[in-house]
Structures are given as C-alpha cells and as structure tokens.
C-alpha cells in the first residue's frame, strides 16, 4: 500500500477515535439535570471510558503481536462504534456507562496500534509521521468539546452519541486501509487474571475518591475500597510474575530508561488530562462563558496543539526524543503555573491554554518513541501498549483526583462562585506539582541515556 494512503488512514481514524473521549464533556456538569444522578458522577462519564480503555490498553498490544495489526485495529474500530450506538440508545445513566465502557475498548485500539504502524511502515520517518498520529488524536479531543458543546445545545445529548456514531462508521470503513506490518506472529496467552485485576484496581481508585467526598478514610464508602485496591495491586504483581505471557512485562520496568519514560508518562497524562476535561468548565466560572463560549474558548490550545505536534515529529528525529520529552513536560507545568498566578482572568486563561497546548502538543511521540526503543525489537506492540496505558493511567488519577477536589466544595453559601473558582485553582496547582515531579523524570532519563552513550 502507498505510503500516504496509509499515512491519511491512521490520522483520519484516530482523529475520529479521539473525539469519543471528549465529545461528552460538555455536559458532565449537567448530569443531574439530564439524568437524575448526583452531580459527582459527572466525571465518571469520562472516567469510566478511561477505564475499559486502560484495560483494552494491557491487551490490545499483545493481541495484535499475536494475530496482527490489521484486524485488531479494525475489531477495536467496530466496538467503539457499538459503544456509541449503546450510549445514544440508553434508557438511563448506567447504560450511558456501559457504552462508555465498550467504547473505551474499542479506541483502546487505535493510538498505540497507529504508533506502532508507523514505527515498523515508515522507517527514518518514523518520528515525524509518529508525530502526525499524536497531532490528528490531540486535535480529535479538542475538537469534540467544540462539537459537542455545540451539538448539545442544539439538539441534546443523545444526538451527541449518534452524530459520533455516524463519524465512527467513517472511520471503520477507513480502517480498512491500514495495512499489515506485523512481520513474525506470537503465540497468543491471553493473561485474564492481570487485566481483571488491573481493572478491579483502578475502579477501586475510582470508587475510593468518590466515597473519600463524602466521608473520611475509614467510612463504609472508603474504606473496602482501598482494601480492594490493595488487594488487587499484589495479585496483578504476583500474577504477572508467574504468567508467561503478561498483559503488562514487568521484566521491562527493570530498564531504568523504560521506567523513567512509564513515569514521565503517567505525569504527563495526569496534566494532559486535568487541562482539557476541566479547561471549559474552569471558563464558565473564571469568565462567565456559557457552555458554548467555554467549548470554542479552547481553540487557542487546540491550534497550538496542532503547531506543536506537526513539528514535534521532526524534532524528535533531530535533537532526540528525551530532549523533546523534557521540553514537553516543563513547559506544560508552566502552563499550569500560569493559568493561576496571573491576576487577569483573561490573560491567564489564555496564555496558560495556548502554553498548555505547546506542551500537551509535544508529549505522545517521544514517549511513544523512547518506550518502543527501549522495549526492544520484536516488542514494539507491547512496549507501545504499555506507554499507552500508562498515560492512559495519568488520565484517570488526574480527573478523578480533580473530580474529589470538585466535590469537596461548598456550592450552597454565598460564596458558592468564589469557592468553585478557588477549586479550580486547586486543581490546577496540583497539576502543576504533578509536572514538576514528571519534569524531574523527564530529566533523569536524559541524564541516563547521555550516560548510556558516552
């Protein structure tokens, strides 16, 4: 297949992939009103996408070193199309949910077989084409909020599911374009103890936030939860050391500069995520935007996102993935820096969004890059599998410890407006915590690899 059909079939279907995971965001705060459900399980409609889509994460590269790239990518594009149907058709919240649920299966497929694509099809151009994916998939999440604000105030939020159904068919049927790069097929094992424990880890984590807003540590809502998490993070070690073929090798955290690339990445999605699921509700409040003056507000990160992650490919070719790597992480902690010291809302919110976008623009292809070397030949879908998951990681803890923050307010006294501003602010200052610790990282797996080199 030529090159550039292959090229326009993985950047138009993970641009369509992406878009699921954001296209709801608009009405998370209205999910009181729309179903009748505690305001606080708003976020789950993200969250629990997040889940299947980490869980899809810990299998989706093995699978497709098993049996191929082509049909798991095409399998993965035709669940997370069922998973919109099923959410457009839901007669309630939880089936709201559950097609949640399939839909992160379903793009659990898409970004880290892309990456993987490209690394094996593209050669010496792999980073910049690499770079192209990661743009078409950053532009994907920021535009569904622009789509989606603007067809919920239209026609609702079922229309919503369905108008991202009809793009999914699209992207199904473009599916079928990409071509088999998979050269030397695996025996497949699949490890269904460590992905239903892993699973049952962090819908643990999930649940434990939402009962810690409510209660302390020890409450009936909190406490078995954490238990549960415990529990379940030593039988995912123990079984994935005894397996032997594990959804997750933890042989390949012993490689300093895998491990340091896994923790950059799991930062890195913690802001990533924190920035754009909370950047138009933190718009409403900071400016007064309405719901669809908040969803276009984020365009100034979308376009420099774009600008970023055109160009981050080539430089990654050039100066070196870890160097781009860094530069993402510092200037995104910046950004989160930014967007609350400067005391005028609209300079703040601006700046810190187009600054944010720079950042969060440069970030997926050098990890994607750094974690498929350093997983070594033969590994590249798992490797890429693993770095996936583990933004993916990053993209739960952010929005569900954000979320915790969120519900922690006082919307009923007269400062109501004030004290949700001032949570905003919370959220934002731990983000930015968040990414001085993974710009810490960042620069321990420079130093290693100059070391590793000299």
């Known amino acids: 297949m030529h090159p550039k059909r292959t090229l326009f079939a993985l950047i138009a279907t993970n641009f369509l992939t992406a878009m699921g995971i954001t296209i709801v965001v608009p009405f998370i705060s209205n999910v009181q009103g729309i179903f009748g459900v505690d305001p606080g399980y708003g976020i789950w409609i993200i969250t629990m996408f997040m ?29 997370f199309a069922g998973g919109l149907l099923l959410s457009a058709l839901a007669p309630n919240f939880g089936w709201v949910l559950a097609g949640r649920f399939l839909q992160g299966i379903g793009a659990s497929g898409a970004l880290p077989i892309a990456q993987t694509i490209a690394y094996e099809r593209f050669g010496k151009r792999k980073g910049l084409v690499m ?68 699973g049952v880890g962090i819908a643990a984590f999930m649940l434990m936030f939402k009962g810690l807003s409510g209660g302390g540590f020890l409450s009936s809502g909190v406490l078995p939860y954490a238990i549960v998490l415990v529990l379940s993070a030593v039988i995912f070690i123990v079984v994935e050391r005894r397996v032997r073929e594990p959804a997750i090798d933890l042989r390949l955290f012993q490689n300093k500069a ?14 990533m995520f924190i920035f754009q699921t909370f950047l138009p509700g933190f718009a409403q409040v ?33 100066f ?13 902690g910046l950004a989160f820096y930014l967007i609350t010291v400067i005391l005028s809302p609209g300079m703040a919110y601006y700046l810190g969004s187009a600054i944010a976008g720079v950042g969060l623009g440069s970030l997926m292809t050098p990890i994607n890059v750094i974690g498929m070397r350093e997983g070594g030949a033969g590994r590249e879908g798992v490797s890429s599998g693993i770095v996936s998951l583990s933004r993916t990681t990053g993209g739960i803890i952010g929005p569900t410890v954000a979320g915790f923050i969120l519900s922690r307010t006082d919307f ?3 400062f109501a407006l004030d004290n949700i501003l001032e949570a905003y602010h919370r959220i934002y200052r731990f ?3 968040t990414l001085v610790v993974g710009a810490i990282a960042g620069l321990a797996l420079l130093i290693t690899q100059r070391k590793e080199r000299s």
């Open 131 to 198: 770079g192209g994916i990661s743009a078409a998939f950053g532009i994907g999440v920021v535009a569904a909020i622009n789509l989606g604000g603007g067809i919920y105030g239209l026609w609702g939020w079922r229309a919503v599911f369905f108008v991202t159904f009809g793009l999914s068919l699209i992207g199904f049927a473009i599916s079928f374009l990409i071509p088999e790069t998979l050269r030397t097929r695996k025996k497949m094992s699949l490890d269904l103890g460590g992905i239903v424990s892993l």
């Open 258 to 271: 895998f491990f340091l690339v896994i923790i950059s990445a799991v930062l890195g999605g913690i802001g």
């Open 51 to 79: 889940l299947s889509y980490s869980m899809g994460m810990a299998l989706i590269g093995r699978l497709s070193d098993s049996v191929g790239r082509r049909p798991v990518y095409v399998t993965s594009l035709a669940l």
């Open 412 to 414: 009923s006294s007269l």
């Open 320 to 332: 070196g993935p870890e160097k781009l790597l860094l530069f993402s992480l510092v200037t995104t």
């Open 286 to 318: 900071l400016l007064g935007y309405t719901v669809a003056q908040a969803s276009y507000s984020i365009d100034v990160m979308a376009l420099m996102m774009i600008i970023s992650a055109g160009l981050t490919g080539a430089m990654s070719d050039h």
């Open 431 to 433: 983000g930015f915590w």
